[in-house]
T-cell receptor, first 118, second 115 residues
Framework: GAGVSQTPSNKVTEKGKYVELRCDPISGHTALYWYRQSLGQGPEFLIYFQGTGAADDSGLPNDRFFAVRPEGSVSTLKIQRTERGDSAVYLC????????????????FGPGTRLTVL | GNSVTQMEGPVTLSEEAFLTINCTYTATGYPSLFWYVQYPGEGLQLLLKATKADDKGSNKGFEATYRKETTSFHLEKGSVQVSDSAVYFCALRGVFSGGYNKLIFGAGTRLAVHP
């Protein structure tokens, strides 16, 4: 079946521009996550959605970053006034069940969007 | 806070050699532990997981045992293949509020296997 898809696969932009990154989770998955992976590092958590609402956005680095999931499926990560330090691979993941203390649900990752800010 | 530390790479081995990639963690309570693998040009894939102490996760010849006493989850394989060349990430998911809805990853260990 189809996995998590992300578009575009690569995005090059100039400093100060606005970008949108899209994530299509696995059909039927309720939970959606965004992570950011800098070169040579492991992914770092950005935000978690339960359905349409952001249940935990504690990983967003500042108010230039925002994410939405208006219909509980596709999500868009939005970055305003991009900076060179925003260059990274942005990963999206989804899981079938909502996160809870007893959940052993697997997070399935997309291929990522490589963002380069010149 | 929760954290994961894994051995630095790259790890370079000959085919059929024994592999160990060390991973230790810091967390409150009993987190779930994971190994993810990233093959060249591909996305992260779950390799194996363990959700409680003394559990052993296994998949594709890889194994890791959840050791609470040493807070470790080392990845092992008895005989590596060239196709195992990839970057391996150790990760945990916490059990308390604010911790169970995210994965905390180590920095990754690159494995290169030569024929």
């Amino acid at each position: 079946g189809a996995g998590v898809s992300q578009t575009p696969s690569n995005k090059v932009t100039e400093k100060g521009k606005y970008v949108e990154l899209r994530c299509d989770p696995i059909s039927g998955h309720t939970a959606l996550y965004w992570y950011r992976q800098s070169l040579g590092q492991g992914p770092e958590f950005l935000i978690y959605f339960q359905g349409t609402g952001a249940a935990d956005d504690s990983g967003l680095p500042n108010d230039r970053f925002f994410a939405v999931r208006p219909e509980g499926s596709v999500s868009t990560l939005k970055i305003q006034r991009t900076e060179r330090g925003d260059s990274a691979v942005y990963l999206c993941a989804s899981s079938f069940r909502l996160a809870d203390p007893t959940s052993t649900d697997t997070q399935y990752f997309g291929p990522g969007t490589r963002l380069t800010v010149l | 806070g929760n954290s994961v530390t894994q051995m630095e790479g790259p790890v370079t081995l000959s085919e059929e050699a024994f592999l160990t990639i060390n991973c230790t963690y810091t967390a409150t309570g009993y987190p779930s532990l994971f190994w993810y693998v990233q093959y060249p040009g591909e996305g992260l894939q779950l390799l194996l997981k363990a959700t409680k102490a003394d559990d052993k996760g296994s998949n594709k010849g890889f194994e890791a045992t959840y050791r609470k006493e040493t807070t470790s989850f080392h990845l092992e394989k008895g005989s590596v293949q060239v196709s195992d060349s990839a970057v391996y990430f150790c990760a945990l998911r916490g059990v308390f509020s604010g911790g169970y809805n995210k994965l905390i990853f180590g920095a990754g260990t690159r494995l290169a296997v030569h024929p």
